[in-house]
């Protein structure tokens, strides 16, 4: 498709200029970028609402939003960052799709509850992505962490987190790219999340729940 032509070559100039991603060689972004975000592209139904938190240079959600229609917002807070994808969103004209400098924790404040789906990849471990996504989900929507092989870990770690932000584990997709087993943990909210998370200054990196 030329619209991913479109968008490595936009990845390769732009790396030239500042640093957005540490793979910049073009096999290497068809399957550590491209192929990779693409493994949740089955979870993802036209017309849904979808936030992708800390999308740096735009991964998982456009290369998802290139191979279906859905609403797509990106958020992440590097304003570099924020600028190449939404430079890449008018480029290859995706329509319902916008990418915003800000934190998690910020953004949550006005967006409590307005997303079905949440996504997010090589951001923070999971205690601290659970407390930064499932405010943003409508109770019953799913949230999607891309992890590494590590995933059972870190899930082991964020049991607490899970209980008290009203998330549940639906399934860990295992999935072999081109010999590197990634691992995509979904969880499903199953009941709102206490208005007081995520908490302010930092907390949820700082001190996980
Ligand atoms: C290692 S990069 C991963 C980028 C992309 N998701 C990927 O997989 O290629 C992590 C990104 O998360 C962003 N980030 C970290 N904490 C964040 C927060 N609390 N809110 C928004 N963005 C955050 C950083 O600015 C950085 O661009």
Not at 61 to 87: A, C, H, Q, W, Y
């Amino acid at each position: 498709m030329d619209k991913f032509k479109k968008y490595e070559e936009m990845l390769i100039e732009t790396n030239k200029k500042f640093n957005l991603t540490t793979i910049v060689d073009s096999s290497q972004i068809k399957v550590k970028h491209f192929d990779d975000s693409l493994t949740i592209e089955k979870y993802i139904n036209k017309g849904m609402k979808v936030l992708d938190i800390g999308s740096g240079a735009g991964f998982p959600g456009i290369p998802l939003r290139i191979k279906k229609e859905f609403d797509l917002t990106l958020i992440d807070s590097v304003n570099k960052k924020v600028g190449f994808m939404n430079e890449v969103i008018e480029e290859l004209g995706l329509k319902n799709t916008r990418a915003i400098h800000t934190r998690a924790e910020d953004y949550a404040k006005n967006n409590r509850e307005k997303f079905d789906m949440v996504v997010s990849r090589a951001v923070a471990k999971l205690s601290t992505l659970l407390e930064y996504a499932l405010p943003f989900l409508k109770v019953g929507g799913i949230f999607i962490a891309m992890k590494g092989p590590k995933a059972e870990e870190e899930l082991n770690e964020a049991e607490n987190a899970l209980k008290i932000l009203g998330g549940e584990l639906i399934n860990i997709d295992t999935i072999d790219l081109n010999g590197n087993t990634r691992k995509n943990i979904l969880i499903k909210k199953v009941r709102s999340t206490k208005i007081k998370y995520p908490r302010a200054k930092n907390l949820p990196k700082k001190n996980p729940l």
